[in-house]
């Protein structure tokens, strides 16, 4: 069965402070990895797709990283306005949908 | 603005009441998806549909049931709600454009059984 798993569960950054965010993976063939923004009472909102390990994207101060068991969110010199949970997915070559992680809730203070 | 319309936003239901969930989206997408978003739990599917005419179960799909009623509309109905149904509902399409291959989401359904 797929799995996906995200760590930390929730993260303090000081403005400025850069970190990374971890999603492992479990999947029988992977179709894409997918990175995800939700803002409270919002729906997530799309960020990223990587589909082969090795492969890298950014959209300003948000990099995503793709390794065979796992994909890092590294974000660099944060703004408060990055406060958001962070939901990683993934979706397999057999299936039509995806399997998302329990998410990593970013506070980023000023 | 072009995207995925969820209704109602809020809902409040008691138990063994029955409602039906609205989504539908103006882009022409073929798939469309029910999740639900519970604390701690992630999204977890509930129901699918690979294009029109066609549905298929997800992850959690007791207690549920959906209608694709053409390409732009896909329903969520609960028949006899329960207090485990409390939750966020989530609708969503597939968007496979110039590059851009991920689900754009609606702005959910609140909804408490009491």
């Known amino acids: 069965e797929d799995q996906v798993t995200q760590s930390p569960e929730a993260l303090r950054l000081q403005e400025g402070e850069s970190s990374s965010l971890n999603c492992s993976y479990t999947?029988?063939?992977?179709?894409?990895l997918f990175w995800y923004r939700q803002d409270p009472g919002k729906g997530p909102e799309f960020l990223f797709t990587?589909?082969?390990a090795g492969e890298e994207k950014e959209k300003e101060r948000l990099k995503a990283t793709l390794t065979k068991k796992e994909s890092f969110l590294h974000i660099t010199a944060p703004k408060p306005e990055d406060s958001a949970t962070y939901l990683c997915?993934?979706?397999?070559?057999?299936?039509?949908?995806?399997?998302f992680g329990a998410g990593t809730r970013l506070t980023v203070k000023p | 603005n072009a995207g995925v319309t969820q209704t109602p936003k809020f809902q409040v239901l008691k138990t063994g009441q029955s409602m039906t969930l609205q989504c539908a989206q103006d882009m022409n997408h073929n798939s469309m998806y029910w999740y639900r978003q519970d604390p701690g739990m992630g999204l977890r599917l509930i129901y699918y549909?690979?294009?029109?005419?066609?549905?298929d179960k997800g992850e959690v799909p007791n207690g549920y049931n959906v209608s694709r009623l053409n390409k732009r509309e896909f329903s969520l109905r609960l028949e006899s709600a329960a207090p485990s149904q409390t939750s966020v509902y989530f609708c969503?399409?597939?968007?496979?454009?110039?590059?851009?291959?991920?689900?754009?989401f609606g702005s959910g359904t609140r909804l408490t059984v009491v």
């Open positions: 549909s690979a294009s029109e005419g066609t549905t």
């Open positions: 990587l589909y082969s």
């Open positions: 969503a399409s597939l968007m496979r454009a110039g590059g851009y291959y991920g689900y754009t």
């Open positions: 999947v029988s063939g992977l179709r894409g």
């Open positions: 997915a993934v979706q397999a070559d057999n299936n039509n949908d995806m399997r």
